[in-house]
Structures are given as C-alpha cells and as structure tokens.
C-alpha cells in the first residue's frame, strides 16, 4: 500500500546520518508550562452594555499577549468539524498525488507542501505537510466538490471575522480605517491546511519552527492535539488546546501598522511521538502592493509594500534556513 506520509527520514537522510549534527540538535525542546490563552466571548459585541468592554479586552489580548482564543463568533461546529473531516480525507491520499498534483488535487503549482527544502540541520525541519491555498484558487479545486463547497463557506465565514477584529483593533488605536475592506480582499488571504504526521524523533525537530506570521492576523482552528507554543514573558509556554473555540494571533503587518502597539509573538508546533495534528489556519492578508506604514507617528518602521515583505522573507527562508522578518525594517 503507497504510503500518504512525506519521505522526511529518506529526503533528511543526510541530517540524520550525520552524527555531529544529531548531537548538536538533541532535546531541542525544553519542558514548558500550559496555560490558556485569554479568552474571549464575541456575543458580548452584541450587548451594550458589554461592547466596549469586549474591544478592550481583544485589544488587551492583542498587546499583552499577542495571540487569544474567541468563542460565539459565528461559525458553527459543524462547518468546523466538515472542514476537519475533508481535509483528513485529502492528507490521506497517497504521497505521490499530493507531491505531483494529482487532478482531483487541482490546486495551484506549490500549494502542496512540506518539510524544510532548505534545512541544513534537524531543528530547521518542519515535520509536517500543508495545503496553502490562495483563496482565489478555491472555486478552482477540481472534483472535489465537498472539500471545494467547505472550504469556500468556511473562508467567507472567516473573512467575515477577520474584517471585524481588524476594525476593532483599529478602533482601539483611535483609528477608522478602510485599509483591511479595500486591500484585504478574498483574492489576496489564504487557508492552510496543516497535518502534523507521528514523529519518531519528537524531542529533535519542530512540527513547526519558531516564526512569527507575515500577515495582519492569522485564525487557527485546532483539534485536542496540541502542541502549539508561544513566547509569553521571555519564555516559551505551551497552549492548552480547546478545540471549542478559534485561535487568533497578531501577524507582522499588525504589529508595523500598529507601531508596536499589537504584538506579533514568535510561536512554534511541536511533534508527537504517538498521534497525528490537524490544524485549519486562514490568513488575513493585503494585495502585495499594499503599502505598510504606521497609524502613529514617530515610526519604529520604515515604509514597505507587502510584496517586498514577503519576497525578503523567502530570501531569507531560502538563504538562511530561518525568516527574519520586521527588525529588517526598522528606522
């Protein structure tokens, strides 16, 4: 039977082998604390008397934490747990169907993913495999049609509440701007399918390594997995997972705009030896000639379009292994 798990031992066997390597990246991770993100309930928007005090606390979150969990905000379980069930569905077919873009997989060219093409050590590996799906390719993903119909509401959904935490966070700063309704429209935002494959060596790599995300914010739909982890406080803490709720965090482009008022926060995904991870990730994105700059005056930033960000960001990737994202802006 062709197996539906990416070759990572066979294409990394070079990592593997090399014995100064292996001793260099042993026990990458260190035993952190759980704890639960801060946790938002979206109904209480639609009261009066608790409105304001909701986009107070979402903006709290947003600095203090940069990542919170929301519940109430208006996409049900079912559609949720849909999503889930199509995409297993999908990251069961065999490896080479996914690798080679089979037709009934009709994505982009590069949608599919997975690993670390360019790891030069254990700990650069990403042990996990993606659909990154531009949103304007999902009327296009051939004849699938249940993944296809699914991945479309969900996105409109999601968009929806994307639009509206944006507004919020930029209310909170004093600011109405049209900047998320004009540029960040469904041509230019992503869903990304994620499946975190069992892992024999779960204390050497990363599900996925230390970044932070290169959009505006970012919405997570977990299962009861686990495994993702934040920098809270100079240490690295792991999430408690509860898949009942929706996981929001700030991305760079938030961060710049912001002027370092919201906080993108440096997290990760760690392996597991005995259960695999899904995960549904939207990104809330502009058109690449957006130009970001700050609300606030004095910029920590300079000016940049999004497409330059995200073109130094492969480079980087490319090149060093890792991304190194706004300090390249600053002032």
Known sequence: ??????????????????????????????????RELPLIDLSRLNIEQEEEICKREIAKASQEWGFF??????????????????????????????????????FSAGSYRWGTPSANCLR????????????????????????????????????????KLSEILAEQLGHKS???????????????????????????????????D??????????????????????????????????INIGDLFQAWSNDVYKSVEHRVVTNKHVERFSTAYFFCPSYETMIQSCIENSVYRRFSFGEFRQHVQDDVNMLGYKIGLPRYIM
């Open 1 to 34: 039977m062709e197996s539906f798990d990416p070759p990572f031992q066979e294409f990394y066997k070079k990592l593997f082998d090399d014995e100064v390597t292996i001793k260099n990246d042993t026990n990458v991770l260190d035993v952190v604390e759980e």
């Open 69 to 106: 969990q929301v519940i109430n905000h208006g996409i049900s379980s079912q559609l949720l747990e849909k999503m889930r069930y199509e995409q297993v569905k999908v990251f069961k077919r065999p490896f080479q169907d996914k690798a080679n873009g089979h037709p009934d997989l009709n």
């Open 124 to 163: 650069q590996i990403a042990w996990s495999e993606a659909f990154h799906v531009p949103l304007a390719d999902i009327s296009t993903t051939g004849d699938l049609s249940t993944l296809r119909t699914t991945m479309k509401l969900l996105a409109t959904k999601i968009s929806d509440l994307a639009q």
């Open 178 to 212: 049209d900047l998320f309704k004009e540029k960040c429209s469904p041509t230019s935002c992503y869903l990304r399918m994620n499946r975190y494959p069992v892992c024999p060596i779960s204390s050497q790599v990363f599900g996925l390594m230390p970044h932070t």
């Open 214 to 247: 290169s959009d505006f914010l970012t919405i997570l739909y977990q299962d009861q997995i686990g495994g993702l982890q934040l920098v809270k406080d100079g240490k690295w803490i792991t999430v408690k997972p509860n898949p009942k709720t929706l996981i």
